[in-house]
């Protein structure tokens, strides 16, 4: 296969139906309106014991913006604890300081607690002020698997230019293309943006809301 396929999904249900049609990999969330939370620890548990392909966990513990105080730290690091211990692939999960900058410090604390598993910076990427500046920075903590973006914009296809430019500054990290999606427009946008990971809640048949 030419690039990997990623579904965020919310239920069991959701993930088997996933990845019998396709799906390489899924991200796990709660609350997709209120663009994914952390999953139940029962849930996460299920979907592990029941998927064969990857699954790596979203680990956000609200809704509203990225920066987190002392207590939500502590909660997203016994989260990713838990989906250690329990052998999950990776966790994803992103922090911003008041300035819209990456949350360099804790960011790194939490990459070092998820050890071995992937840690991905999801879109908070988005809304930092210089995207490639962040992209660079987490780059250089060499904890950071993989961003997961759209190029600042509502869509891949708008982000397309920027997205090109990610893809040059990530280096080793894996640049997760996401920003409406889905199995119908994935094979046109990847012959524009060239990634190896798209992202997207109906990026396979199947999952269609």
Do not use: W
């Given at each position: 296969m030419s690039y990997l396929k990623e579904t965020c999904v919310e239920t069991l249900e959701q993930a088997i139906i996933a990845e019998k049609n396709g799906a390489n990999r899924i991200e796990l969330c709660a609350n997709l309106e209120l663009d994914g939370l952390t999953p139940s620890r029962e849930l996460i548990g299920l979907v592990k014991s029941q998927?064969?392909?990857?699954?790596?966990?979203?680990?956000?513990?609200?809704?509203?913006?990225?920066?987190?105080?002392?207590?939500?730290?502590?909660?997203?690091?016994?989260?990713?604890?838990?989906?250690?211990?329990?052998?999950?692939?990776?966790v994803v999960l992103g922090m911003l300081a008041n300035d819209k900058t990456v949350a360099i410090e804790p960011i790194?604390?939490?990459?070092i607690i998820a050890k071995p598993m992937k840690c991905i910076f999801h879109k908070a990427i988005d809304e930092t002020r210089n995207i490639l500046e962040s992209v660079k920075c987490l780059r250089e903590t060499g904890l950071i698997s993989g961003i997961l973006t759209s190029g600042g914009e509502s869509t891949a296809i708008k982000g397309l230019s920027q997205l090109k430019n990610i893809l040059l500054e990530a280096g080793d990290m894996q640049v997760i293309c996401a920003g409406k999606i889905t199995d119908g427009n994935i094979e046109e946008l990847h012959q524009k943006i060239g990634a190896k990971?798209?992202?997207?809640?109906?990026?396979?048949?199947?999952l269609e809301k």
């Amino acid at each position: 296969m030419s690039y990997l396929k990623e579904t965020c999904v919310e239920t069991l249900e959701q993930a088997i139906i996933a990845e019998k049609n396709g799906a390489n990999r899924i991200e796990l969330c709660a609350n997709l309106e209120l663009d994914g939370l952390t999953p139940s620890r029962e849930l996460i548990g299920l979907v592990k014991s029941q998927l064969q392909i990857p699954v790596h966990v979203m680990i956000r513990p609200r809704g509203g913006d990225f920066n987190y105080n002392s207590a939500e730290i502590e909660q997203m690091a016994s989260d990713i604890a838990f989906c250690k211990e329990i052998g999950v692939e990776g966790v994803v999960l992103g922090m911003l300081a008041n300035d819209k900058t990456v949350a360099i410090e804790p960011i790194e604390k939490l990459a070092i607690i998820a050890k071995p598993m992937k840690c991905i910076f999801h879109k908070a990427i988005d809304e930092t002020r210089n995207i490639l500046e962040s992209v660079k920075c987490l780059r250089e903590t060499g904890l950071i698997s993989g961003i997961l973006t759209s190029g600042g914009e509502s869509t891949a296809i708008k982000g397309l230019s920027q997205l090109k430019n990610i893809l040059l500054e990530a280096g080793d990290m894996q640049v997760i293309c996401a920003g409406k999606i889905t199995d119908g427009n994935i094979e046109e946008l990847h012959q524009k943006i060239g990634a190896k990971a798209y992202h997207g809640k109906r990026i396979v048949p199947g999952l269609e809301k």
